[in-house]
């Protein structure tokens, strides 16, 4: 399964089904990875990285070859992870910043250099999130 091909299959899902069990399953035996927004402050991932990232009103995930970074220092601050963080491929989730009417927003977005593919997600016939689905090999590159 490639990236775009995971990503027309999940288009035009509802917000709380966007990937079932056996297409998560698929995604990780192909190394592909769903981005999607869920609640106000989460950014999910499903397949090749199963995580869910805190984003109150957005955030950033970030990742280096061998996929999500985590800070493994007791100080929030790390200054060698912060480092670490200034070389990493970033993955931003904006919290409605994408306009579809003058009183209309799409409560997720996302912004990345990765290589990706992008799927909508639906809540009561509007969308609601604009999700990605990159390949975990992308970040070897």
Do not use: Q
Request: proline share 1%.
């Amino acid at each position: 399964m490639t990236k775009e091909e995971l990503a027309a299959l999940l288009d035009g899902r509802e917000h709380r089904d966007e990937i079932f069990k056996d297409e998560e399953k698929a995604a990780k035996e192909s190394g592909l990875v769903v981005v999607f927004g869920a609640s106000d402050d989460l950014m999910e991932l499903r397949g090749a990285i199963r995580d869910e990232i805190g984003c109150y009103e957005g955030g950033t995930a970030c990742f280096d070859e061998n996929g999500l970074l985590e800070n493994e220092c007791e100080n929030e601050d790390c200054p060698h992870f912060e480092k670490i963080k200034e070389k990493a491929k970033k993955i931003e989730a904006l919290w409605c910043a994408k306009e579809v009417t003058e009183d209309n927003y799409i409560s997720w977005t996302y912004e990345t250099d990765i290589p990706h593919s992008t799927f909508k997600i639906m809540e009561d016939e509007e969308i609601y999130c604009i999700g990605i689905v990159f390949s975990i090999y992308d970040l070897k590159k």
